[in-house]
């Protein structure tokens, strides 16, 4: 069963940085697309980043083009979301989601599993 699970979220500053971890378990993920996601108040969930997990491709949202940089750690089971530069828009929950194809979407009905979420709030 596979498990998705974040990390690293709090309260940071404007201007500020975080990292977020994912801890993916319950099989091997060669082939997958992993993916963060983030949903603020009364809002839709969002793409943020998408990472390959075979060869290490990425893509990312034009918000976070720049600030934001997706990373994987195939020996660690984990993807990392790098945000610099943050903004007082950036605050949400931030989901990891995996997706069992090798082509990134940006659309969140494509992945098939999630985790809990983790909250990023920037304050000014």
């Known amino acids: 069963q596979v498990q998705l699970v974040e990390s690293g979220g709090g309260l940071v500053q404007t201007g500020g940085s975080l990292r977020l971890s994912c801890a993916a378990s319950g099989r091997t993920f060669s082939g997958y697309v992993m993916g963060w996601f983030r949903q603020a108040p009364g809002k839709e969930r969002e793409f943020v980043a998408g990472i390959k997990w075979t060869g290490g491709s990425t893509y990312y949202a034009d918000s976070v083009k720049g600030r934001f940089t997706i990373s994987r750690d195939n020996a660690k089971n984990t993807v990392y979301l790098q945000m610099n530069s943050l903004k007082s828009e950036d605050t949400a929950v931030y989901y990891c989601?995996?997706?069992?194809?090798?082509?990134?979407?940006?659309?969140?009905?494509?992945?098939?599993?999630w985790g809990q979420g983790t909250q990023v709030t920037v304050s000014s």
């Open positions: 989601a995996a997706r069992n194809f090798p082509l990134i979407t940006i659309t969140t009905r494509s992945y098939d599993y």
